[in-house]
């Protein structure tokens, strides 16, 4: 009786251990999705693979780029999914990427694709920027919403403009690209040069703009509207605004880490990143996804998000992002007394 | 000059060691090896990555241009020969930094990118890096492209050794104004929070106002918390949606004003110890022998009380200087624009991946902290013990008008203390702040925000626990074998120095040197990089030195006959560590690891460059959550910490109490 026993519970244990071997393939996926949205996207994957196992490496863009960075001659990722487009071209140039044309490659906006062939990288979702505007503080100042990026240098809005720090922030390398890229190079420091008289402060995150205006903390904020969106949704008297000017944008995008052991699984993840499935799975926080004619609306998001994004140089910008960052901290970072 | 007569030369009269003193010098072999591999290489391997430089190397490089045709092709020649015959950069143009880029065209004056030349590229030596488009070619072969992909060639810079990296740092404005910004706010956080701190120890010790011992707890709250913390009550206070804003008259808490605050609370309970110490030995003689010579209260305080606490405000005031300016978590909650140089490293890092200056940076952070540590070691070689056989303990006499004054500043300390852990609490539970003001929990809902969720949170306790016990068991064991050990001088004397090292580096300092030493291919450890064990190993080092300290001060009050007592019986020296050493020195051992645990609890700067994924911390969830502009759910993870420091204090408290009546009687006659 008890060696029955102890025999069926030996083979039950030997059963769980070998289809845990077969049926596990672990990936270690570095990501800067937001962390709300991780256990999602990780769930409606498995519902297709449910062999392949995510291990989530998450933390927000900067890091996680400095981390592959200096990991860059012992990678521990096989799959980045979800990292700003122009960090992986920082990661391209350093040979970190392994080029693979994932299937249904073709049916992607050639915009959301790296131009090489095979694509070092692929999009999934576009991550454009916006202003939040809080009414209510607005209101208070006696102030109206700005429409245009220009109408954010005018004298009344002076100490109530927040952006991120380019040099720390994601978002804020995209504002800075997008406006030199818009108004050319002597425009866009010009520009800068007087939206400089206005801020209050440089923030580290991409995000915080936002929240700050979100809590009123500064009347509006230089973010993206994903953001936006979602303190709306939570109850901020915020507006996502977006500038007529047109507005800059990067995508959040997959890759392949060069060198990786388990290249098959990193395939099937790619591959399935470009479903209109995972399309329709990243439609839920983002408007604009990288298979044209799949998304819907986003609740909150400005209807027009899609033709203001402007012909964004990738190249461009990654290849003149050093020079570009030395610039702007040398005309703007001495700033050291924050105003009152 | 006569010859002095000398005996002759006798046989040198050596210290037999026994096998007892081989295992310790064995148990403080491995421990100084510890301390080499945790603290000596990696800062090596920091510092000589801040040595490693990025330029152009033009001689690695070769071109050949075809003619119109495309068919028919030049010389070939080297990017250095065309630039000496161009005279377009200078060797100080080529300096660049790992992410330069140097476009070819600039070699070619006359080039068109709609002409039909054509134009190839080779490295002649091996590594020689270039980019089309982002596309990066290392290839000692020729690769010829038309015009109009050549435009998009860039060289890539190659690393080389050398002093370029401080240089630019001197020689950039912005950076070298953050070493300015750094000592202005560690001067003044120093001089208000000492000056603040010795107000309250001289109340404690030297008047009769009543709640002493509330006071005392009060003051110690913000050990248990994280150094950011206070940042984020004060953005609460005085914030542009500050229920207190009207009060700063329209200055802006965001800058030095809100860093100096927020220093003053968390170094407080630091410089309070310290100074409460100093004032705590004092001698009564000394008193009465001013007053019988009719001098002043304010004479003698001035020439009895000021001097004797004098090594103590000193000590006080190098620990306070230490920690502002090595803070990290303060400035970069309520910093606003104000650079310092710890925010630099983080910038240099994290935001601009330039691994090198943020190297540069940290070298120049170390400058200041190690001389704040060199000076206070010489303060305390020249303190005299003031209290001698014969002299008597200070007794204060009670005052009404005295004894009032003094518990009007304590509690006024004490309201600004426990009125910012009450407005973080404040914070993490309101909904909506500033428009919507009902209670909710939603704010303690973290796996819905980033940072880590409440894993975070276990991963800080199993953090806490494993660098608490490991770490008492290591620092301890090295402190018993170095004062327990007879002979091998220089041998102690190393051990000492690695032991006391890690008080002069900043956390920030030790992260990023982990990196770099760790996080390499070849290092034999890599392994524990990403892992909960770098965690600890960090933690442990970080703290070191005060729970050696303390180990040390514990084990010098054990008579050293008991060695030579134990050998002549022949015991081995572990039992007598086991019987005897070990349950003497108890309190020492639990002091140690509640203060190991509380610091692992709050620590941000040495983890938050290594932590990974699975190994988030409670600590910089708070950081990570407030960078994101989750301020409330910040201040509630903070008070997470508040709330298991407190009541692993209060187990602490309990433990000690029915310990010490097991194994300290012998303290009591």
Same mark, same amino acid.
């Given at each position: ?30 990501? *800067? ?80 694709? @790296? !131009? ?34 220009? @109408? ?40 800068? @040069? ?14 915080? /703009? ?60 790619? @591959? ?5 499935? *995972? ?26 998000? /899609? ?21 702007? !901290? ?11 | ?117 054509? $134009? ?63 000592? $202005? ?59 207190? =804003? ?40 000394? $008193? ?93 070689? =020249? ?130 040197? $982990? ?155």
């Amino acid at each position: 009786m008890t060696n029955s026993k102890t025999l069926a519970l030996g083979a039950f244990a030997l059963a769980l251990s070998t289809t845990a071997l077969w049926a596990e393939t672990e990936l270690t996926v570095y990501t *800067a999705v937001e962390a709300e949205d991780l256990e999602r996207y990780a769930a409606t994957f498995n519902e297709d693979h449910p062999d392949i196992k995510i291990n989530w490496v998450r933390d927000s863009t900067g890091v996680i780029t400095a981390k592959l960075l200096a990991e860059k001659n012992n990678p521990q990722a096989d799959v980045i999914w979800g990292l700003a487009a122009t960090s992986l071209l920082v990661l391209k140039t350093e040979g970190m990427l392994e080029p693979y044309a994932p299937a249904g490659l073709d049916a992607m906006d050639p915009k959301f694709r @790296d !131009s090489d062939n095979p694509p070092s990288w692929v999009g999934m979702d576009a991550w454009v920027a916006a202003i939040c505007y809080n009414t209510v503080e607005g209101e208070k100042l006696g102030l109206s919403a700005p429409t245009s990026w220009a @109408d954010l240098t005018k004298p009344e809005y002076a100490g109530h403009v927040v952006m991120p720090n380019p040099a720390s922030s994601g978002t804020g390398f995209l504002d800075v690209s997008s406006w030199l890229q818009m108004m050319g190079e002597e425009g866009g420091w010009a520009y800068m @040069d007087s939206l400089h008289n206005n801020i209050a402060a440089y923030t580290h995150s991409g995000s915080k /703009p936002c929240k700050m205006a979100a809590a009123g903390e500064t009347v509006m904020g230089v973010s993206f509207a994903f953001r936006g969106a979602k303190e709306k949704t939570n109850g901020a008297p915020v507006e996502i605004i977006i500038p007529e000017e047109g507005i800059g944008w990067d995508m959040e995008a997959t890759a392949i880490v060069a060198g990786t052991a388990n290249e098959e699984a990193a395939k099937t993840l790619v @591959d399935w990143s470009v479903t209109p499935k *995972a399309m329709e799975m990243y439609n839920v926080g983002y408007a604009v996804v990288g298979i044209p004619g799949i998304a819907k609306p986003v609740e909150h998001f400005p209807a027009n998000i /899609p033709e203001k994004m402007i012909n964004n140089d990738f190249e461009w910008a990654a290849n003149n992002r050093a020079a570009i960052l030395e610039e702007w !901290s040398k005309r703007y970072d001495s700033k050291s007394e924050p105003k009152g | 000059m006569a010859e002095a007569p000398s005996l002759p030369a006798g046989r040198a009269i050596r210290l037999r060691i026994d096998s007892d003193g081989w295992i310790k010098r064995a148990f403080m072999g491995v421990i100084a090896l510890y301390l080499m591999v945790a603290l000596a290489l990696p800062l090596y391997a920091m510092l000589s990555k801040s040595f490693v430089t990025y330029s152009f190397d033009l001689a690695r490089y070769e071109f050949q241009v075809s003619d119109e045709s495309g068919t028919v092709w030049g010389e070939p020649v080297s990017a250095a020969a065309l630039n000496a015959q161009l005279g377009k950069f200078s060797d100080a143009d080529l300096a660049s930094s790992t992410d330069g880029r140097l476009s070819v065209t600039d070699f070619f004056p006359d080039f068109s990118f709609r002409s039909p030349v054509k $134009y190839r590229i080779r490295g002649v030596a091996d590594n020689a890096p270039y980019l089309v488009g982002l596309d990066l070619r290392n290839s000692t072969e020729w690769q010829e492209f038309d015009s109009n992909t050549f435009r998009r060639i860039n060289l890539r810079p190659v690393a080389s050794t050398g002093l370029q990296n401080y240089t630019e740092y001197f020689s950039n404005p912005v950076l070298f104004s953050s070493i300015e910004n750094s000592l $202005y706010i560690a001067t003044i956080s120093t001089v208000l929070t000492v000056i603040f701190a010795f107000g309250f120890a001289y109340a404690i010790n030297r008047s009769c106002m009543p709640f002493k011992g509330a006071f005392r707890l009060i003051a110690m709250m913000p050990i248990l918390v994280p150094s950011l913390l206070p940042g984020i009550a004060l953005i609460y206070m005085f914030g542009n949606q500050g229920f207190l =804003k009207g009060i700063l008259f329209g200055q802006s808490i965001y800058g030095p004003l809100g860093i100096v605050i927020g220093s003053v609370f968390f170094t407080f309970p630091h410089a309070l110890i310290i100074i409460s110490t100093a004032l705590s030995i004092s001698d009564q003689r000394q $008193y009465e022998a001013a007053e019988s010579l009719r001098a002043s209260k304010w004479r003698t305080f001035w020439t009895v009380t000021i001097p004797g606490a004098r090594y103590g405000l000193i000590s006080a005031a190098f620990v306070t200087f230490t920690l502002v300016i090595t803070d990290f978590g303060l400035p970069k909650v309520i910093g606003g624009q104000y650079n310092v140089l710890a925010i630099d490293i983080y910038k240099q890092v994290i935001g601009q991946q330039n691994f090198e200056m943020g190297a540069v940076v940290s070298v120049v952070l170390l400058i200041p902290a190690i001389v704040a540590f060199v000076v206070d070691r010489q303060v305390q070689k =020249k303190q005299v013990s003031l209290l001698s056989a014969r002299s008597v303990p200070y007794e204060p006499k009670p005052n009404r008008r005295f004894d009032m004054a003094m518990l009007a500043w304590c509690a006024a300390m004490g309201v600004f203390i426990a009125g910012i852990i009450g407005v973080c609490q404040f914070a993490a539970l309101i909904n909506y702040w500033p428009y919507d003001l009902s209670f909710s929990l939603r704010n303690y809902d973290f796996n819905k925000m980033d940072g880590g969720g409440w894993g975070a949170y276990w991963n800080s306790l199993e953090l806490a626990a494993l660098t608490a016990v490991i770490g008492t068991a290591i620092i301890f064991t090295g402190a018993y074998m170095v004062e327990k050990i007879d002979g091998f001088k220089t041998g102690r004397a190393v051990f000492q120095f690695l032991a006391m090292l890690p008080m002069a580096i900043p956390g920030m300092v030790l992260g990023l040197a $982990y990196i770099f030493f760790f996080n390499n291919p070849a290092n034999p450890l890599n392994g524990i990089y990403g892992t909960m064990a770098i965690l600890v190993v960090s933690t442990v080092t970080h703290f070191y030195t005060v729970g050696h300290l303390t180990a040390l001060t514990a084990l010098k009050q054990i008579d050293a006959e008991f060695e030579p007592v134990a050998a002549s019986l022949r015991q081995p020296f572990w039992r007598l560590f086991a019987r005897v050493t070990v349950p003497v020195c108890l309190p020492a051992i639990l002091d140690i690891s509640i203060y190991m645990f509380v610091n692992a609890m709050t620590t941000v700067s040495a983890v938050v460059f290594l932590y990974s994924t699975h190994t988030a911390l409670a600590s910089v969830a708070v950081l990570n959550m407030d960078d994101a502009g989750d301020i409330a759910p910040a201040a509630a993870m903070g008070m997470m910490i508040f709330y298991t420091n407190a009541t692993a204090r209060v187990l602490h408290a309990f433990a000690s109490r029915s310990i010490l009546r097991r194994t300290q009687a012998w303290r009591v006659r």
